[in-house]
């Protein structure tokens, strides 16, 4: 009994992230906004975003002494910070954290800084598995 009241007090001090595992469907409705910016259409993010996280928020990938998260794997070296790379240039002014909830209002803020300052080719699987034949990432309920 007291290891119950212990998990449940533990829960309430801690609350979980809320993460989300996105559809195609689901994630295109939620970056609507995106489709066109920069020159990218909606299915080229659709498809990077596939490949670079599986649509899952909370995604967390280490890459040679940087660690990059979200949707976006947004990296800690240059675009936000958090206790691994104290001095990150945190060029999207954000804690890495908030890009591994359901919220998406701030990944795409910063995802848009990232397209405009580095291109579509900072994120590496664009150019080789998502800049042609688009048409199995389009989705016909929006």
């Known amino acids: 009994m007291m290891f119950f009241v212990s998990?449940?007090?533990v829960g309430i001090m801690c609350p979980a992230i809320q993460a989300k595992q996105f559809t195609k469907c689901?994630?295109?409705q939620v970056l609507k906004d995106m489709d066109g910016f920069g020159g990218?259409?909606?299915s080229e993010w659709i498809c990077t975003i596939f490949h670079t996280s599986g649509y899952d928020?909370?995604?967390?990938v280490n890459n040679n002494g940087s660690t990059e998260y979200g949707l976006f794997q947004i990296n800690n070296k240059f675009w936000c910070r958090d206790n691994q790379i104290l001095q990150s240039r945190n060029i999207c002014d954000i804690s890495c954290d908030k890009f591994l909830d359901d919220d998406l209002t701030d990944d795409m803020i910063c995802a848009k800084k990232i397209l405009d300052k580095e291109g579509i080719d900072y994120w590496l699987a664009h150019k080789p598995l998502c800049s042609e034949k688009l048409e199995q990432w389009h989705c016909e309920k929006l």
């Open 40 to 42: 990218i259409a909606l």
């Open 7 to 9: 998990l449940l007090l």
């Open 26 to 28: 689901e994630l295109s």
């Open 57 to 60: 928020t909370q995604t967390i």
